[in-house]
């Protein structure tokens, strides 16, 4: 069970803006994810609950909202989605993370 991030950290304006990142599952077994934020008030993830399929990917969204320039981090927490799982965050609330990423973000100036 393997997931990483394409590209592995994000830079966007302290103005505002958005990156696009893929979710890549390099594992032969449905994933499911949950994103978590050190910052909630200037940052959104879009989606926060998702799938990835294997061999697989999933793009994800990071929107920054404009505040003082500084280091944040997003730590995507991921398992092995059950196999009659639709709905993901119905589905994660159920089980133990097996592993996590951890994808640095900063606002420049």
């Known amino acids: 069970m393997s997931l990483t ?3 592995p950290a994000c830079t966007v304006p302290a103005a505002g803006g958005s990156s696009t990142h893929k979710l ?3 594992g032969a077994d449905k994933l499911i ?3 978590k934020s050190s910052n909630n008030n200037e940052y959104r993830i879009t989606p926060v609950f998702g799938f990835v399929d294997p061999s697989g990917s999933k793009d994800i969204v990071i929107t920054r ?3 003082a320039p500084k280091e944040d981090k997003l730590v995507i927490h991921f398992a ?3 196999a009659d799982a639709t709905d993901a ?3 994660f609330a159920a089980l133990a993370p097996a592993g996590n990423i951890t994808i640095p973000m900063s606002a420049t100036a």
Do not use: E, L, S
């Open 80 to 82: 092995n989605a059950p």
């Open 24 to 26: 890549v599952n390099g």
């Open 33 to 35: 994810f949950k994103i």
């Open 65 to 67: 909202t404009a505040g």
């Open 5 to 7: 991030a394409d590209p």
């Open 89 to 91: 965050q119905a589905a």
